[in-house]
């Protein structure tokens, strides 16, 4: 949610991002609205005051209780009002997405993400490359075809030294994490309404939500959810920020709209695994720690040996909350280029101001945190070390960084 004060005093700027994401709130229409409201809100106080002033005079004038019971009337028919106008600009101000930082680049999909810079050397093979899906059968560490017997198509298992391997990621992932001053959660896998919609991904994701029937509540599509929405309605100590979070949780998506060869084997799923990174910050120093997260993501590529990209995500492949994004995207050999393995945005005020979360420094002042939310690791970057460290006889090299966890150095093919 934006500042309804920043709005009305950049409205030029509001208006030209309204038009470049593609908004359908009418800026000019919210804006009236919002001139309305204010108006019979001070009919309204003007009324109440009086109100009072002749209360204190009901006793010993008739005439008195005769206006009071005249303003009670035409203020509750103004209230009402009120009420029905202030819902109609919540709705408005619901659809409304946020602010853009200045370098957020042009364009209408990732195929115009600016590319910042490449790391790692791309390996050349002397044998035909396989994709995942191929080394995770040979392997028999990856199996679709019974995720859809048992849930449907979209899900799978991970089995043998391939969980192994998941495992060993995700603990190896949480711990250097926690290292670099996070805090560690077991979160719930299900949020209240309440909460998908303070974080943003309602209204502007509801077609990506499972919802469980009969309840107020959605399986989680990241732990972003959960971390976020754990300090709604706080007020945090100023001095203990930045805040700074992690988790490992399952994540549901429905992928609605997902097809083709780029969806072939486990690279988009409706469910998958993910840790995540979540900071509460001053408003001042989220451009700071959206960096450090991005840092943190880019160490743990290339601790993996994993050759990638970072991009400065483009205006229509940005979601609405978000103020500026990056995408990093590993190289994946069967693809031939660069594909999404983790995400980085910072996202402002947009969700501490849709769920209240502020904090209050020694000398009082209050305002609203900023939060950031990007990917650790995901199961995106296990497939990467399937393709990217396969040898000639199906095999797969484990990263040295993990040995230490899976106990093994290397995924021999079923014999």
Known sequence: MIDIKVIRENIDLVRETAK?????????????????????????????????????????SPEARSQVKQLKEVMSEKESSLNALNDKFFKMMSFLPNLLAPDVPDGKDDADNLELRKVGTIRTFDFPVRDHQELGEMLDIIDTARGA???????????????????????????????RGFTLFMTPCAAKEHTLFGTGYLPFFADQTYRIEGEDLSLIGTSEQTLVGYHADDVLDGAKLPLC??????????????????????????????????????????????????????????????????????????????????????????????????????????????????????????????????????????????????????????????????GFDKIEPVK
């Not at 309305?36 to 309204?44: A, L, N, Y």
């Not at 017997?149 to 391939?162: D, H, P, R, T």
Request: hydrophobic share 35%; net charge positive.
């Open 245 to 406: 979070y992690t988790a490992f949780t399952p994540c549901f998506r429905t992928e609605s709209g997902s097809y083709g060869k780029a969806s072939r084997g486990i690279f988009r799923v409706h469910q998958f695994h993910k840790v995540e990174q979540i900071i509460f910050c001053r408003p001042e120093d989220s451009v700071k720690y959206h960096e450090f997260a991005l840092a943190n993501e880019e160490y743990l590529l290339q601790q993996l040996g994993l050759p990638y990209h970072v991009v400065n995500v483009c205006v229509g492949d940005l979601g609405a909350p978000g103020y500026k994004k990056y995408d990093i995207e590993a190289y994946f050999p069967s693809f031939g280029g660069y594909r999404e393995v983790t995400s980085n945005t910072n996202l402002t005020g947009f969700q501490s101001r849709r769920l209240n979360i502020r904090y209050k420094d020694v000398d009082g002042k209050r305002d609203f945190v900023h939060t950031i939310s990007a990917t650790a690791m995901t199961d995106r970057a296990a497939i990467a070390i399937l393709e990217n460290y396969q040898q000639k006889d199906g095999s797969v090299i484990v990263p040295e960084v993990l040995r230490p966890f899976t």
């Open 149 to 179: 017997k048992v849930a449907q198509s979209g899900f799978y298992y991970w089995k043998g030294k391939g969980a192994e391997l998941c495992q060993a990621l995700y603990f190896w992932t949480q711990k250097e994490l926690v290292k």
């Open 20 to 60: 470049r994401r593609g908004c359908p709130v009418d800026i000019d229409a919210l804006m009236q609205l919002d001139t309305k409201i204010r108006g019979i809100s001070q009919e309204v106080e003007a009324m109440r005051a009086e109100r009072n002033r002749l209360s204190k005079e009901c006793q010993s």
